[in-house]
T-cell receptor, first 115, second 113 residues
Framework: SQTIHQWPATLVQPVGSPLSLECTVE??????LYWYRQAAGRGLQLLFY??????ISSEVPQNLSASRPQDRQFILSSKKLLLSDSGFYLC??????????????FGSGTQLSVL | KQEVTQIPAALSVPEGENLVLNCSFT??????LQWFRQDPGKGLTSLLL?????REQTSGRLNASLDKSSGRSTLYIAASQPGDSATYLC????????????FGTGTQLKVEL
C-alpha cells in the first residue's frame, strides 16, 4: 500500500532562518507531488506541484522554493523565512494517469511558526 | 478564477441527526469535485470523488452529489456520530487545469452526544 511521510510535524523558526521540509512517498512510482499551505481561516493554497524529477511548477510568487531530487521525494525550502510564511504545510501525491481524475492523498502536515 | 465557497462555516448537531454540508463553485467547467475530511492538526483524508459526468457518489453513511449547472455540491451525512466531528472541505479541479484543485475554507462540524 502507498504511504506518504512528512516531517517534521511541528517547527518553530526565527525570522530570517532557513527552512527545509521533506516529504516522501512509498509504494508507488512516478507520482504527481504537491505542496499546499493552509493559513488560519483560509482554504488550502497550492504552492508547488511536480510531475517528475526536477520538474517544478510554482503557483504563486513567494519566498519559498521546491525541489524534487528523487522520484518520490519532494522538498520545500526557504533561504530566509518571513513572518507571513507561518502556516500549516501539507504535502500530497496523486497517481499520474492519462485522465484528469486522480484522487489526492495527503501527508499529516507540518505546523510552521515563524517568530 | 475559480472560487469555492462552503456554507455554513461551522455546524453543531446532536448525535443521530442527518445533515447536509454545502459547497458552491463559480466556474462550472470542472472535471471532478472531491470531499475531504480534516481532523485538528492533521492532514486531509479523501472521502468521495465525483467526476464531472457523475451526479453522486456514496460511501457508507456519506453521499455526495454534484450539480454542475448550478455550481453546487452537497455532502450528506446520515445518522451522524461524535466520530464524524471534523472539518469537511470540498475541492474542485477545472478542465484543462491539470490536477490543481481549488479548495473551499471548510465546514467545521461538531456532533454532540
Amino acid at each position: 500500500s502507498q504511504t506518504i511521510h512528512q516531517w517534521p510535524a511541528t517547527l518553530v523558526q526565527p525570522v530570517g532562518s532557513p527552512l527545509s521540509l521533506e516529504c516522501t512517498v512509498e509504494g508507488t512510482s512516478n507520482p504527481n507531488l504537491y505542496w499546499y499551505r493552509q493559513a488560519a481561516g483560509r482554504g488550502l493554497q497550492l504552492l508547488f506541484y511536480s510531475v517528475g524529477i526536477g520538474q517544478i511548477s510554482s503557483e504563486v510568487p513567494q519566498n519559498l522554493s521546491a525541489s524534487r531530487p528523487q522520484d518520490r521525494q519532494f522538498i520545500l525550502s526557504s533561504k530566509k523565512l518571513l513572518l507571513s510564511d507561518s502556516g500549516f504545510y501539507l504535502c500530497a501525491w496523486s497517481v499520474r494517469t492519462g485522465v484528469l481524475n486522480e484522487k489526492l492523498f495527503f501527508g499529516s502536515g507540518t505546523q510552521l511558526s515563524v517568530l | 478564477k475559480q472560487e469555492v465557497t462552503q456554507i455554513p462555516a461551522a455546524l453543531s448537531v446532536p448525535e443521530g441527526e442527518n445533515l447536509v454540508l454545502n459547497c458552491s463553485f463559480t466556474d462550472s467547467a470542472i472535471y471532478n469535485l472531491q470531499w475531504f475530511r480534516q481532523d485538528p492538526g492533521k492532514g486531509l483524508t479523501s472521502l468521495l470523488l465525483i467526476q464531472s459526468s457523475q451526479r453522486e457518489q456514496t460511501s457508507g453513511r456519506l453521499n455526495a452529489s454534484l450539480d454542475k449547472s448550478s455550481g453546487r455540491s452537497t455532502l450528506y451525512i446520515a445518522a451522524s456520530q461524535p466520530g464524524d466531528s471534523a472539518t469537511y472541505l470540498c475541492a474542485d479541479g477545472l478542465t484543462g487545469g491539470g490536477n490543481k484543485l481549488t479548495f473551499g475554507t471548510g465546514t467545521q462540524l461538531k456532533v454532540e452526544l
